[in-house]
């Protein structure tokens, strides 16, 4: 079935340094691809998204470019702030939504 | 994009009881759905709610345990039946944006249930 593998956290990494969080998928059929961001006590909200081979995706300074020959959505953020700290999802669609199990972000000042 | 607003936020219940939780749409909806997250884990798909008809449930969940209602097309609710402290979570509902022409599901804030 349907499946997205993320790195484990949790990451911690200091204010203004360089964010990758890995995301890989397994899908049959051609899968549209999210990134959702769950803040502290809150639900879940869509950061972004790509929807076929080579697009990217990006919002409030975050990207992800859609990598069809490595299955792959790669979250980046060139300098992340204090409050990007949160817990992000990777997911995909093809008839349903399917996440990965999150990683934990904390960014110190 | 759709706001979606659930009550309650919170609330500790004892075990054997049961609880509903509601969600609301600003906008008429034709799919909402309802996500378990367990503490520290991802979300899991309980059930597909449409307007209408009977909720579809996915595997390891069944009506007796979480029935759904969907009286009409901005409203839903899931009840947790007879609960047991592994039943303790955080229970989201979202809607699919059919406005557009990729598939997108926002997500309400979320009600956190503790058994004891």
């Known amino acids: 079935g349907d499946s997205v593998t993320q790195m484990e956290g949790p990451v911690t990494l200091s204010e203004e340094a360089f964010l990758t969080i890995n995301c890989t998928y397994t899908a049959t059929g051609y899968p549209s691809l999210f990134w959702y961001v769950q803040y502290p006590g809150e639900g879940l909200q869509l950061l972004l998204k790509?929807?076929?081979?080579?697009d990217k995706g990006s919002n409030k300074g975050f990207e992800a470019t859609y990598r069809k020959e490595t299955t792959s959505f790669h979250l980046e953020k060139g300098s992340v702030q204090v409050s990007d700290s949160a817990v992000y999802f990777c997911?995909?669609?093809?008839?349903?939504?399917?996440f990965g199990q999150g990683t934990r972000l904390t960014i110190n000042p | 994009s759709a706001v979606i607003s659930q009550k309650p936020s919170r609330d500790i219940c004892q075990r054997g009881t049961s609880l509903t939780i509601q969600c609301q749409v600003d906008?008429?909806?034709?799919?909402m759905f309802w996500y378990r997250q367990q503490p520290g884990q991802s979300l899991t798909l309980i059930a597909t709610?449409?307007?209408?008809?009977?909720?579809?449930?996915e595997s390891g969940f069944v009506i007796d345990k979480f029935p759904i209602s969907r009286p009409n097309l901005t409203f839903s609710t899931l009840t947790v039946s007879n609960m047991s402290p592994e039943d303790s979570s955080i229970y989201l509902c979202?809607?699919?944006?059919?406005?557009?022409?990729?598939?997108?599901?926002?997500f309400g804030p979320g009600t956190r249930l503790t058994v004891t």
């Open positions: 709610a449409n307007q209408g008809s009977e909720a579809t449930y």
């Open positions: 979202s809607v699919e944006d059919r406005t557009r022409s990729t598939y997108e599901q926002y």
């Open positions: 997911a995909l669609s093809v008839l349903k939504l399917v």
């Open positions: 906008s008429q909806v034709t799919m």
């Open positions: 790509a929807t076929k081979a080579d």
